[in-house]
């Protein structure tokens, strides 16, 4: 510590002395009369004073310069940082020093008296660098200023308190594997809070303290190399430095820091692919489906990611044909797959060599050797139970449709392809052959003919054959059986349409009437060639002829001229048709011939006998017009009947002119709401229906009757019975009474029942006493009815 205290107070003075030596002589004195402030301690004092001498400054006698403390300097008693002094002051101590500003009396104090300044606390460079202080002399008994005020600034000097930091530590880096001497991995950078510009405080040197002989770092710009060359990082893949900053230049007493620095290998394509193997040996069943993994190969590659990706081919061997090998890119190995079928019959094992090569390929170090390698697989086929094989994948068949019932059409083998050759049995997938056309013989696979065929129903009979080991009935084969019916003549040609020739009577003679085609089912194999002819006993038809076509089609022409409709309106041509099958086939064919009225260019206009008994010079405009004539006096007609009609009503009121808001009073209670047959309204709004006649609706009477006189009221004491048969005699009586069910007014209502009335009327003029409960007894529709009287009692009681 001595030794670091006394390194610190050399830097600080060597500069002061230098210039205080290099001063000239005139400086050391100066007038008494001059006012000054010493600092003590300081040389600097006598450059102030001869800065005043030359300036010739006589105002002020204050001298200033900077003061300078150390930091971190700490001791029994207060540092004495520098003295203010004035020539005012003779010692008497009547004048007083103040000090303010930055720190004033909490960092720096002031003896009032002698104007010493001491640092009563430990400064930190780094925490402030310079304080700014006033200077001011005052009367001690009136604190008047003396002079004015003046600032002066305390810098606190640095010394070596603080290490090197590396901030953005630890660190990571990579380079990659086989890298030549001296490939630049990364950097680092340290920071030294202490001042850069005074001394070496802050001066960094970096070295390696863990790490060697690896890596290598540049002292002053701290740049991390590879030291070796080609680091394989097979070998070794992370590398830990340990980094060590110093500051003071490196020397000894400096303060330092450290880092780590990790360094990880990347890879590159520098080791070939390696089977772990020279020999493979597989295994497989002949009857295995065509893709299926037979087995894997795996070279292994020390390298990673795409440097030890390897495609694997198949480069020689017995079975190149046959088997087929693709690359896993995630599991990194080669998948033997079975292309073609095997046969274990025909081949029992097969030699394959498979390559492994690296995908990827560095050409810087192609000249280690070829980055591949090879390996030998033997693959040993196994017998397995295989179903029967047909001799052909699929089977044509021919056969005429004449052909005779059980017939031999064609045969199917097939054979049993194991050691064993166990029998085969044969049959029809009857969901093929639903109609069961085809039979098949289990033993020799020959196909027979089960019922007749008809080419022009079906030429194709599409069926499948099963074959069944008998052994073991779990080993079937099926193949396609394709049967094509082969044509005969068994079809006459006819008439392709049903034709219908029309002639006009102005024709001329060889005009062509129609022509006709004809068609045949049959499917000769040259195609179709028809003859056409007239019957034996028409060849000397004198009114047409027929003409054959070069387009197998067959013309009617017309004889002569002047056909007449009222003589002969349709004609029948019969036609005989004959293919050139063998034997050939034919059939007759009947033409009609219509006559028709046709215009000058030959358009038909009718064809219908009746039209022309018309008049002549009748025009189509005429018959419209006396058909117009005829609908105008139906309509006339129809008019004068329905007037007539009319007028010919009573007149009484209709029912759509029913003036129903009239209100006429009358004593009848009627039968509710739903009772539309018990009255008829009319009665209410005829006068005469008051006094009792009601004239009939239906009829006129013949006779007219005096109305009855009115019914008087009948007293409440006779009886029911009574009072009926008095109105019935009277209904029986009455002339005018009509002969069918009608209306008849009772103004008696009965008694002793035992509801009661039903009336509303009646029923308002009591309160809430009436018990409905007695409708339940009647039945579901009065037991709701008497729910909703009941309801509506208890509403108004509430």
Not at 81 to 92: Q, W
Not at 205 to 224: D, K
Not at 618 to 646: K, N
Request: charged share 25%.
């Amino acid at each position: 510590m001595p030794e670091r205290l006394a390194e610190m107070l050399l830097d600080l003075w060597t500069p002061l002395i230098i210039l205080w030596i290099t001063l000239p002589p005139c400086i050391y004195t100066a007038p008494m009369n001059q006012s000054h402030v010493v600092m003590s301690g300081s040389p600097l004092e006598l450059s102030r004073l001869s800065e005043q001498r030359i300036l010739n400054r006589s105002k002020r006698g204050w001298v200033w310069n900077q003061m300078f403390v150390l930091e971190e300097f700490s001791g029994p008693e207060p540092i004495l940082v520098g003295r203010l002094h004035t020539d005012l002051d003779p010692g008497s101590k009547k004048i007083k020093y103040i000090l303010s500003g930055d720190g004033a009396g909490t960092i720096f104090q002031i003896n009032d008296i002698t104007g010493d300044i001491h640092a009563i606390k430990r400064l930190d460079r780094e925490e402030k660098a310079e304080y700014t202080l006033t200077a001011q002399a005052v009367d001690w008994e009136t604190n008047k200023p003396l002079e004015p005020p003046s600032e002066f600034i305390i810098k606190v000097q640095d010394i070596n308190d603080n290490a090197p930091e590396f901030l953005n530590g630890p660190y990571h880096a990579t380079v990659p594997e086989m890298s030549i001497l001296g490939t630049s991995v990364t950097n680092v950078t340290a920071t030294d809070a202490d001042d850069p510009v005074y001394g070496n405080s802050a001066k960094l040197v970096y070295s390696i303290l863990e790490g060697q002989p690896y890596f290598s770092i540049e002292p002053e710009t701290a740049i991390i190399k590879t030291a070796l060359p080609n680091m394989d990082r097979e070998a070794k893949e992370e590398y830990l430095v340990v980094i060590q900053a110093k500051d003071m230049g490196g020397h000894s007493g400096g303060l330092s820091g450290t880092t780590t620095l990790t360094v990880t290998l990347t890879d590159v394509n520098d080791n070939p692919p390696k089977f772990a193997q020279s020999l493979y040996h597989f295994s497989v069943p002949e009857d295995v489906v065509l893709g299926t993994a037979i087995g894997r190969v795996k070279a292994n590659d020390q390298d990673i990611g795409e440097n030890a990706q390897s495609s694997y081919d198949i480069i020689d061997g017995d079975g190149t044909a046959l088997f087929e090998i693709t690359s896993d890119a995630q599991a990194q190995d080669g998948i033997i797959r079975l292309r073609k079928p095997l046969d274990f019959e025909t081949k029992k094992s097969y030699t394959l060599k498979v390559e492994a090569a690296n995908v990827h390929i560095d050409p810087r170090f192609s000249g280690r050797g070829p980055f591949k390698d090879t390996a030998t697989v033997k693959i040993v086929v196994e017998d397995a139970d295989e179903p029967p094989v047909f001799s052909s994948p699929t089977y044509l068949l021919e056969v005429h449709e004449n052909a005779a019932l059980n017939s031999v059409i064609g045969q199917v083998t097939a054979r049993d392809p194991d050691i064993t050759s166990s029998p085969i049995r044969f049959s029809i997938d009857r969901h093929t052959d639903l109609e069961r056309q085809f039979n098949i013989n289990a033993d020799d696979g020959k196909i027979t003919l089960a019922t007749p065929l008809d080419r022009e129903l079906s030429v194709w009979h599409n069926i499948t054959i099963i074959a069944t080991e008998i052994r073991n009935h779990s080993q079937i084969s099926r193949v396609p059986v394709a049967i094509k019916v082969l044509d005969v003549n068994d079809n006459a040609p006819e008439f392709a349409s049903e034709y219908e020739a029309f002639l006009c009577e102005n024709g001329k003679p060889g005009q062509v009437i129609q022509t006709v085609s004809a068609m045949d089912k049959d499917d000769p194999k040259n195609g179709h060639y028809f003859l056409y002819s007239l019957l034996p006993e028409m060849v000397n038809n004198p009114n047409f002829t027929i003409k054959k076509n070069e387009d197998n089609s067959l013309s009617i022409l017309a004889k002569h001229n002047g056909f007449n409709r009222q003589k002969q309106e349709v004609y029948l041509l019969p036609i005989i048709i004959s293919d050139s099958g063998n034997p050939p086939l034919s059939s007759t064919s009947t033409l009609t011939i219509r006559v028709c009225g046709c215009s000058s260019d030959g358009v038909v206009q009718s064809c219908n006998v009746e039209a022309y008994v018309l008049p002549i010079g009748l025009s189509m405009g005429a018959l419209i017009a006396i058909l117009a004539c005829i609908i105008l006096l139906l309509v006339i007609v129809v008019l004068f009947v329905t007037l007539r009609r009319h007028k010919n009503e009573p007149l009484i009121i209709k029912d759509d002119e029913d003036v129903r808001e009239n209100i006429i009073r009358y004593d009848d209670e009627g039968g509710g709401e739903e009772d539309t047959e018990a009255f008829d309204i009319a009665t209410l709004q005829n006068p005469d229906g008051i006094n009792g006649f009601l004239p009939r609706k239906d009829i006129k009477p013949d006779l007219q009757f005096m109305p009855r006189q009115g019914l008087a009221p009948v007293p409440n004491g006779v009886d029911v019975d009574e009072f009926i048969n008095v109105r019935l005699h009277e209904a029986d009586n009455d002339p005018t009474a009509p002969p069918y069910d009608s209306i008849q007014i009772y103004g008696y209502e009965g008694r002793g029942s035992v509801a009661g009335s039903l009336s509303s009327l009646e029923s308002s003029t009591s309160d809430s006493d009436q018990n409905f409960d007695y409708l339940s007894d009647w039945g579901p529709r009065f037991k709701r009815l008497g729910e909703l009287y009941s309801v509506g009692e208890s509403d108004k009681e509430t």
